[in-house]
């Protein structure tokens, strides 16, 4: 079993959808969780971090994270063709420059 | 502020050839990763340096890879001889002492082809 899974899609949605993208993981030590945003071609970008469980809000994206569950999930309201990437997830067991565990990608595609 | 900057682009290769990638992170982050990425795949890390010493080497192939950081500011990364299996993007990233935790910036990444 993979530290982290993560359904790589494709996910296709209309403009304006909301979108729901999960990772489970393995290791109880994570306690940093992170979502990236890869653009064809591009290196990823920091899109939203989480400490321990919780919610965190950031305009039209949501991220969640469920210890007990080991399920992190990013939702997308409102979704716009210029969100169309690969989303991928990242953990940490913690400490400060830390090495993240990525999951393989989610593709998503959204059409006007 | 300038980007973590990284050459070549592209590169493509015969194996058992040997080829070496260039990364220059943003100016004053310490740390700097590089990472293998194939296709459908996460990033995974082959080295980690803080300043110019090894933090984690683990997964890094060391018959074939090796990487170096002098002064602590470039950073080359080299394959020899290459595999196959080597057909991947490269990338390097770096972080700031400082912030929030997890976030590392990435340069564009080197597409590494082996034929």
């Known amino acids: 079993q993979k530290e982290v899974e993560q359904d790589p899609g494709p996910l296709s949605v209309p403009e304006g959808a909301i979108v729901s993208l999960n990772c489970t993981y393995s290791?109880?030590?994570?306690?940093?969780f992170m979502w990236y945003r890869q653009y064809s071609r591009k290196g990823p970008e920091l899109l939203m971090y989480?400490?321990?469980?919780g919610n965190k809000e950031d305009g039209r994206f949501t991220a969640q994270v469920d210890k007990s569950s080991k399920y992190i999930s990013l939702f997308i309201r409102d979704s716009q063709p210029s969100d169309s990437a690969t989303y991928l997830c990242a953990m940490s067991e913690g400490q400060a420059g830390t090495a993240l565990i990525f999951g393989k990608g989610t593709t998503l595609s959204v059409s006007s | 502020e300038a980007g973590v900057a990284q050459s070549p682009r592209y590169k493509i290769i015969e194996k058992r050839q040997s080829v070496a990638f260039w990364c220059n992170p943003i100016s004053g982050h310490a740390t700097l990763y590089w990472y293998q990425q194939i296709l459908g795949q996460g990033p995974k890390l082959l080295i980690q340096f803080q300043n110019n010493g090894v933090v984690d080497d683990s997964q890094l192939p060391k018959d074939r890879f090796s990487a170096e950081r002098l002064k602590g500011v470039d950073s080359t990364l080299k394959i020899q001889p290459a595999k196959l299996e080597d057909s991947a993007v490269y990338l390097c990233a770096s972080r700031p002492t400082s912030g929030v935790h997890g976030t590392q910036y990435f340069g564009p990444g080197t597409r590494l082809t082996v034929l």
């Open positions: 290791n109880s030590a994570f306690q940093y």
């Open positions: 989480t400490y321990s469980s």
